[in-house]
Each structure stands twice: as C-alpha cells, then as structure tokens.
C-alpha cells in the first residue's frame, strides 16, 4: 500500500502571496499524481494530473512538479479563491486502489 | 456539461443495508469508468470503490470490500453502491466520481449523506 503524505497540514498566507505544498509518497508513483481543491460544503476539483498537467479551466497560477516520490504543487500568486484544501491522490497499480494524502489547509493568514 | 448527482442517503441503524444511486448526463457514461469516494464529517477522501467501463472489473477498499456493491446500468447511465452491513464508520459524505486518464476522477457530484446511528 501506498502512503501520501502532505505538509504542511495548515499554510497561512495572505494573498497574493506564492503557496508551496508538498506531497511525499511512500513508493515511487513515477508522474501518476494528482492534485485536488475542495472548498467548504463543495465537491473536490481536479487541479493538476500526471504531476504537472493542468486540468481543464485550471489557472495558469497553478502548477504542480515532481516525480518518484515528492511532489509539489504551487500556487504562484494565491487568489481569494484559492483558500481551500488541497489533497494529493495516485492510484496503486496492483492490486489497484486509489488513494488521498490527508491534505492541506490554505487559509488567509 | 458532466453532470453527476447522487441519492439515496440518509439515516440508517447499525447493520443494516442502503443503496446509493448517482445520475449522470453530459457524456456519454457507458464509455466511463466510474468511483465512489466518501469523506467522514470534518475528514479527509477515502476511495471506496471503482467499476470499468464494461462491467468487467471492480475493485474495493478493504475497508468495505463484501459488504459494499458497486454496479452500474448503462441503459439508465446510473451508478450505483449497495451497502450492507453498515458500521458507524460508515458515516460519510458519499461522492460518485468519474475516471479519467485512467487514474483519476475529473468530475465528481455534490455527495449524499450517510448517517450511520442507532
């Protein structure tokens, strides 16, 4: 079983200001790696897949890097918006399961 | 637009059994791989379960593997998650989500809430 795990589990930033979370596997995933955004009572949000992928109408402000085992995502100037929790998730290849780091919090310092 | 929208929660005791039910429009879902992903009040994602395109696989988290079903009818383009023998650690928000390249979710519903309490 593959481990995700996130720090730090609360970034306070005012905005503005350039956000760097991270996420280390326990294995090597190669690129397969995601990132999601979930804001309060709302569903998560793809972000970034294969490591540094934007998904489709995500900002350029974010962009995600790494490979193997660590992993970062970066948010280059944040936006009111973009104060949320951000989870990282891969999928194991035999047997298959998918999996989340426990996540962090972006919040307005 | 995907769109994805689930049903069928609600309050259920210990040990007892509720199905859940995601509809989906905008795509053409039979072509789809599709999840379900719960996340405990105030917690974080846990995958629960995977169905191909197909119906030619499913895969389970250990957590709920022989006593949850996850299933689909094409026809309807519904997804579904029979769950038996409910634990109070089955207490979730319950999100169906639909797969993407192939190790992700790209769209996800807004969740149904399972309360699992005698």
């Known amino acids: 079983e593959i481990v995700l795990t996130q720090s730090p589990a609360t970034l306070s930033l005012s905005p503005g200001e350039r956000a760097t979370l991270s996420c280390r596997a326990s294995?090597?995933?190669?690129?397969?790696l995601a990132w999601y955004q979930q804001k309060p009572g709302q569903a998560p949000r793809l972000l970034i897949y294969d490591a540094s992928n934007r998904a489709t109408g995500i900002p350029a402000r974010f962009s995600g890097g790494g490979s193997g085992t660590d992993f970062t995502l970066t948010i280059s100037s944040l936006e009111p918006e973009d104060f949320a929790v951000y989870y990282c998730q891969q999928r194991s290849g035999w047997p298959p399961g998918w999996s989340f780091g426990q996540g962090t919090k972006v919040e307005i310092k | 637009q995907v769109h994805l929208m689930e049903s069928g929660g609600g309050v259920v005791q210990p040990g007892r059994s509720l199905r859940l039910s995601c509809a989906a429009s905008?795509?053409?879902?039979?072509?789809?791989?599709m999840h379900w992903v719960r996340q405990a009040p105030g917690k974080g994602l846990e995958w629960v379960a995977y169905?191909?395109?197909?119906?030619?696989?499913?895969y389970y988290a250990d957590s709920v593997k022989g006593r949850f079903t996850i299933s689909r009818d094409d026809s309807k383009t519904t997804l579904y998650l029979q769950m038996s023998s409910l634990r109070a650690d089955d207490t979730a928000l319950y999100f169906c989500?639909?797969?993407?390249?192939?190790?992700?979710?790209?769209?996800w519903g807004q969740g149904t809430l399972v309360t699992v309490s005698s």
């Open positions: 905008g795509f053409t879902f039979s072509h789809y791989d």
């Open positions: 989500a639909r797969g993407f390249a192939p190790n992700y979710f790209d769209s």
């Open positions: 169905i191909s395109h197909g119906e030619s696989n499913n």
């Open positions: 294995h090597s995933l190669s690129t397969y």
